[in-house]
């Protein structure tokens, strides 16, 4: 069996079309725009290029963009007073916080002065109690991306057994909480899992946020089972030049490839997705706090 490939690229495009065209109608309806802040300390590469993506996508889909560039050595207590100012701006419909954060700045206090009206990343401590406890939230954007493609597949998640490597709070968790809400029977395995190849291959389901390149392989997987590949590691390519990198998830491909029933590519899965997701809920935030209707099928 070859897997078939879930195109989170052009799912993304989708939602982005979705979002785009319900900001069109309550900018004419209400005369409102959505706006979303991006606050960025410090100059980590990686950061400036997912920062300068989100705020080309947001402009495309008719929202405002706000972009914050802070110097690295900013003090907690500025960033604290530009997040007040932008709790308080009405025209800031959502607010992202671009981590990780330089040494000397605490996440939890910064995400936790975020107004979780605004909390388009879903990290605030309010959201996460919402979401566990099936209440309106806002959602995790990796998750919440990860489940639209795994209900577009599936439909009905329903009783699945899913497996989920992974715990951390941004990802494994919080898509732990949606499938859970889906009413799938969900295990969460991290590092100290006793036996890991077994545990997945019981999987209907498997969604691995681990950080390891291609550790899943084939022979972990039940044959048609579903396998969405967080990962994004960057490996050495000798095979494309000296010195040249590429772009592994944490499933190796190639032999998953052979067994799965489905599977998201690493680059072009879940990664498209998480960014369409942010759009997704930078509108959800503004519709909310305008008391407009909110559009179908972009949050849980
Ligand atoms: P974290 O490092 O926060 O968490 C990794 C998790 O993997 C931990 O729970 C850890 O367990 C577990 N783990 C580590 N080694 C093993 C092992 N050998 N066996 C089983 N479990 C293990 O990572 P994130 O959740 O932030 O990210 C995971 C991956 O997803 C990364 O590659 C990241 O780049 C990617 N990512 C992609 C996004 C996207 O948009 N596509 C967005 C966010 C992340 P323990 O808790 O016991 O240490």
Not at 100 to 123: C, M, Q, R, T, Y
Not at 163 to 172: A, K, M, P, T
Not at 189 to 215: F, K, N, Q, Y
Request: proline fraction near 6%; glycine fraction near 12%; include cysteine.
């Amino acid at each position: 069996m070859t897997a078939e490939i879930i195109d989170g690229k052009a799912f993304a495009a989708k939602v982005r079309a979705q979002v785009a065209a319900h900001v069109a109608v309550i900018r004419e309806s209400h005369g409102v725009i959505p706006g979303l802040a991006v606050v960025l300390v410090g100059e980590d590469p990686a950061s400036q290029v997912y920062v300068r993506a989100k705020g080309k996508q947001t402009v495309e889909v008719g929202m405002n963009s706000y972009e914050h560039k802070l110097d690295a050595d900013t003090s907690e207590a500025d960033l604290l007073a530009l997040i007040k100012r932008l709790n308080g701006d009405a025209d800031v419909h959502g607010i992202l916080v671009q981590l990780p954060l330089p040494g000397h700045l605490n996440e939890d206090l910064v995400i936790s002065s975020i107004d979780p009206a605004k909390d388009v990343d879903g990290f605030h401590i309010s959201n996460v109690g919402l979401l566990g406890t099936g209440q309106k939230s806002m959602v995790p954007c990796t998750p919440l991306g990860c489940l639209m493609m795994l209900r577009d597949h599936h439909g009905s998640l329903s009783g699945m057994d899913a497996v989920i490597i992974g715990r951390s709070n941004i990802v494994g968790k919080p898509m732990a909480q949606l499938l859970l809400g889906d009413s799938c029977m969900v295990t969460i395995a991290h590092s100290r899992t006793r036996d890991l190849p077994d545990v997945v291959r019981r999987a209907d389901i498997v969604v691995a946020a681990v950080g390891r390149p291609e550790m899943v392989p084939g022979d972990w997987i039940k044959p048609g089972a579903t396998v969405v590949d967080v990962g994004i590691n960057r490996i050495d390519a000798p095979e494309k030049g000296e010195g040249k990198t590429r772009l592994v998830g944490d499933v190796d491909f190639a032999s998953v490839v052979q067994v799965a029933g489905a599977i998201t590519p690493v680059p072009g899965g879940v990664g498209p997705m998480t960014i369409a997701c942010l759009l997704a809920n930078t509108l959800t935030a503004c519709c909310r706090a305008g008391g407009m209707p909110e559009p179908e099928g972009l949050t849980v």
